[in-house]
C-alpha cells in the first residue's frame, strides 16, 4: 500500500505571499490530520479533516485553513504569511474510526523569508 | 491542560547498549498513547498503547503503559547507530472533540555512536 504523500517536498516564499500545500492519504484512510513542527514549540496540532468536514482545530490563527475532498485528500493554505510560518508541515492519516493510528507524510518544509 | 513531557530530552549511548526513554502525560480523558521515531524526515510509527500493562514488541524495540502511574517507557536493547533519532511520545485524547488530535511531547535525541 502506498504511503501518505505530500507536495510539495520544499517551498520558500515571501512574508504577505500566500501558500497551499497537499497531502494524500493512504487509500482507504479518511481522516487528515495536519501538524507544524518547529524546533522551538515540536510538534503542533494545526486541524483534521474526516469524510470533508473539520472535525477539529488547534490553536493557531485563521491565517491556517483547510479543506478535504471527496477522495479524501486534502490541502492546507496559508495566507498572509510571516517568518514565524517557516516549519516543517506534516499531515497524517488514519482510518478515523475506532482505529486512530495515525501515518504521517514525508511532510512539506516552508521556508518565509 | 493536557501535556505529555518525555525524558532525558537527549541521550548518548554506545553500540549494544540497552536505553529506557521516559514519556509521561497528564490527560483529562485518554485513548492511547503512542510512539515514534524521527529520522530526518517524517515520524515513523512505532507502537500504540491502550491497555495498562501489556508490553508491545517490535524487534529490539519495547514498549509498556502504566495508567496508573500516567506513564509509558520505550525500551531499545543492543542499540544500533541505525537506532540514532528523536523519539517522540503523543497522546490521543478520548473526547470526541478531541478527534484525530495528538499531543506530541518534546521529544528524546537518541543519538549511538560505533
Known amino acids: 500500500k502506498a504511503g501518505v504523500t505530500q507536495t510539495p517536498r520544499y517551498l520558500i516564499k515571501t512574508r504577505g505571499q500566500q501558500v497551499t500545500l497537499s497531502c494524500s492519504p493512504i487509500s482507504g484512510h479518511r481522516s487528515v490530520s495536519w501538524y507544524q513542527q518547529t524546533p522551538g514549540q515540536g510538534l503542533q496540532f494545526l486541524f483534521e479533516y474526516f469524510s470533508e468536514t473539520q472535525r477539529n482545530k488547534g490553536n493557531f490563527p485563521g491565517r491556517f485553513s483547510g479543506r478535504q475532498f471527496s477522495n479524501s485528500r486534502s490541502e492546507m493554505n496559508v495566507s498572509t504569511l510571516e517568518l514565524g510560518d517557516s516549519a516543517l508541515y506534516l499531515c497524517?492519516?488514519?482510518?478515523?474510526?475506532?482505529?486512530?493510528?495515525?501515518?504521517f507524510g514525508p511532510g512539506t518544509r516552508l521556508t518565509v523569508t | 491542560e493536557d501535556k505529555v513531557v518525555q525524558s532525558p530530552l537527549s541521550l548518548v549511548v554506545h553500540e549494544g547498549d540497552t536505553v529506557t526513554l521516559n514519556c509521561s502525560y497528564e490527560?483529562?480523558?485518554?485513548?492511547?498513547l503512542l510512539w515514534y521515531k524521527q529520522e530526518k524526515k517524517a515520524p515513523t510509527f512505532l507502537f500504540m498503547l491502550t491497555s495498562s500493562g501489556i508490553e508491545k514488541k517490535s524487534g529490539r524495540l519495547s514498549s509498556i503503559l502504566d495508567k496508573k502511574e500516567l506513564f509509558s517507557i520505550l525500551n531499545i536493547t543492543a542499540t544500533q547507530t541505525g537506532d540514532s533519532a528523536i523519539y517522540l511520545c503523543a497522546f490521543e485524547p478520548r473526547d470526541s472533540s478531541n478527534s484525530g488530535k495528538l499531543i506530541f511531547g518534546q521529544g528524546t535525541t537518541l543519538q549511538v555512536k560505533p
Open positions: 490527560v483529562t480523558n485518554f485513548r492511547s
Open positions: 497524517a492519516s488514519s482510518l478515523g474510526t475506532s482505529n486512530y493510528e495515525q501515518y
